[in-house]
């Protein structure tokens, strides 16, 4: 059967919601269905010419095996499965066994091996132009990684897999992509992934194949667009400077208000009246000064007060 590894760890806890990478999922992919051909083909009663060569086939490889000096002409009974694939061993056209990777024996009269790697494979997308929901031209650059899982599906149930698997995907990336605002493009890339790799799998899995990952090299605009947007956010930028500088200067108002009330106050009168009088006595000329009769201006009681300070 398919191996069943654990995809959903490679997406995390937001995949496992969208995506049931789980054992029943994977067997969407082969089912009981799909080997039991294999039963029914290596039961099918033979004719006389097939059973012939069967048992030809059969001495002629064993000759070969045991008397490889003697019968050196005959095809050695033994194939080679490399590592990381899967092959299929037909038996006149009908698939009747599946084998892994290592030394496998076959009727060389009657037997052919079709080999499918069971890799994970890259699939690079041409570029595709996309309107997205809101009306903006995209150029989106993709990438997707997948692997073969039932590979009966693979062999029988599709022509030419890469290019279906293609096709499929420019089909769903343009679907989705139209659905969505700029916004949510650039803000959920991963999520668009992940939608884009459940939608094609839905297909995918008639065709044994699983699609892994989904990257996005490059999401760009046109240069249209480009210029657009950048002229709104060189305005948002002014805008939001012009906001900063009238706040400032509403700030820097209210304090020159707040000081000038300060300086008004009786107790601010008072202490740049002390300080007037304290340069004034610092000075070394006779000055003759008139202060106010109120006893709340310092030391002062009145009168006049008269400087000598000489040098």
């Known amino acids: 059967m398919a191996d069943h590894n654990n995809h959903s760890a490679h997406h995390g806890q937001g995949a496992d919601q969208l995506l049931a ?5 994977y067997k969407e992919f082969e089912t009981a269905e799909d080997y039991n051909v294999l039963d029914k083909n290596k039961t099918v009663e033979l004719e006389c010419y097939q059973s012939m060569n069967v048992c030809c086939g059969s001495c002629t490889g064993f000759l070969s095996a045991w008397l490889p000096c003697i019968c050196c002409c005959f095809d050695k009974p033994f194939v080679q499965i490399p590592q990381s694939s899967k092959s299929i061993i037909e038996r006149f056209g009908k698939p009747i066994q599946i084998v892994d990777s290592g030394l496998t024996q076959i009727n060389t009269c009657t037997d052919q091996v079709k080999q499918v790697s069971m890799k994970t494979r890259i699939l690079e997308l041409p570029q595709q132009r996309i309107t997205t929901k809101d009306n903006i031209i995209l150029f989106v650059d993709a990438v997707i990684y997948y692997r073969v899982i039932g590979i009966l599906r693979a062999v029988y ?42 939608m094609i799998n839905q297909v995918s899995k008639k065709w044994g194949t699983l699609v892994e990952e989904i990257l996005f090299k490059d999401i760009a605009l046109n240069k249209e667009t480009q210029s657009d947007m950048a002229a709104t956010a060189k305005q948002r930028r002014l805008g939001e400077t012009k906001l900063i500088s009238n706040k400032a200067e509403v700030q820097a108002a209210a304090l020159l208000k707040q000081t000038a009330e300060i300086l008004d106050s009786k107790a601010a009168m008072q202490v740049r009246y002390l300080e007037v009088i304290q340069n004034i ?9 008139f202060l106010p009769l109120d006893p709340t201006a310092g030391t002062v009681n009145g009168g006049g007060y008269k400087n000598q300070n000489k040098k």
């Open 281 to 289: 006595t610092k000075s070394a000329q006779e000055q003759v000064i």
């Open 157 to 198: 149930r599709i022509e030419n897999l890469q290019i279906s698997l293609l096709d499929q995907s420019v089909a769903s990336i343009r679907s989705i992509i139209g659905e969505m605002t700029l916004n949510e493009i650039l803000n959920d890339k991963e999520g668009l992934a992940l939608r884009l790799e459940y």
């Open 21 to 25: 990478f789980d054992e029943d999922y």
